[in-house]
């Protein structure tokens, strides 16, 4: 059985005081494994990752109950920068590009806190452009005047110019055609396979998703309403419905499905 790298037990995070986004929600990422996040916008998928990267107080907001942890220890109350110390890196929704500077600027601003020496780094950036090679044609230019896939596959490999042990990766596919949507999963497949990198990431692709994980939790309104084998889930009929456009009945939310209802674990 694969090493537990991160779990998350049973948290509540909640914004500006009064609003309760995440209500009891609890997974585990194995040590080399690829997990998504699935569901639909505002289910709680972006603040699940910013919990785990501790990004929450920049917007407001806390864990109020419950506990993550890295390795078996405890990082609620670590920094963002003590995360990246342990090889945790996210890679936010968005695209975030430093617009003015070129892609190959932008990607050694991920070697900042590197502290192996300068042959090191440009070993990295090499590696980088063998995986992105779009971005070693496109080297010189300004981060602004590139396409959205190119700006995705830059914030992809400046997080990795920092040699992560973790990605959080939030929405990847968001903005892009299906394509280049497409070439990105198999970078991050590849990136798993060859280099070991283990990723979590936040998808509204669900189908996509699924092809590339394998594992997957469905989050509705805060909670995690369904997880399972990413093979499993596929099959799933009410994932079918609700999250591939497949079936048609008149359900308006996955709370009604009966498999829901047997599996309120977040109450205990």
């Not at 209500?23 to 998928?45: D, F, Y």
């Not at 342990?86 to 500077?101: N, P, T």
């Not at 099959?235 to 599996?263: A, I």
Request: contains cysteine; proline residues 2%; positive net charge.
């Amino acid at each position: 059985m694969s090493t537990t790298l991160l779990e998350v037990n049973g948290i509540e995070v909640i914004y500006n005081h009064v609003i309760l986004v995440l209500k009891g929600v609890s997974l585990k990422v194995p040590e080399g494994g690829v997990v998504s996040l699935l569901g639909g916008n505002g289910a709680g998928k972006t603040t699940t990752l910013r919990a785990v990267s501790n990004l929450l107080a920049g917007e407001r907001g806390e864990v109020t109950k419950g506990s993550i942890s890295l390795r078996g220890e405890r990082i609620e109350k670590l920094t963002t920068a003590d995360m990246v110390e342990r090889g945790v890196i996210q890679v936010m929704e968005g695209r975030h590009c430093f617009a003015h500077l070129s892609i190959e600027d932008n990607l050694l601003t991920g070697a900042y806190t590197r502290k192996d020496g300068k042959a090191a780094v440009a070993a990295t950036l090499e590696k980088v452009y063998d995986y992105f090679p779009r971005l070693k044609t496109r080297r010189g230019s300004q981060a602004a005047y590139t396409s959205g896939g190119e700006q995705q596959m830059c914030a992809i490999g400046r997080a990795l110019m920092a040699n992560p042990k973790m990605v959080l990766l939030d929405e990847p596919s968001m903005g892009l055609a299906p394509q280049i949507v497409e070439e990105v999963f198999e970078i991050v497949k590849d990136l798993n396979q060859r280099e070991k990198v283990t990723f979590l990431l936040a998808e509204q692709n669900t189908n996509m998703a699924l092809r590339y994980s394998d594992y997957g939790y469905i989050l509705e309104n805060g909670r995690i309403v369904m997880d399972g084998e990413a093979k499993a889930l596929r099959e799933n009929e009410d994932v079918k419905e609700f999250y591939l456009g497949m079936g048609g009945g008149d359900r308006k939310s996955f709370r009604d499905v009966k498999s829901y209802k047997r599996r309120k674990r977040w109450l205990t």
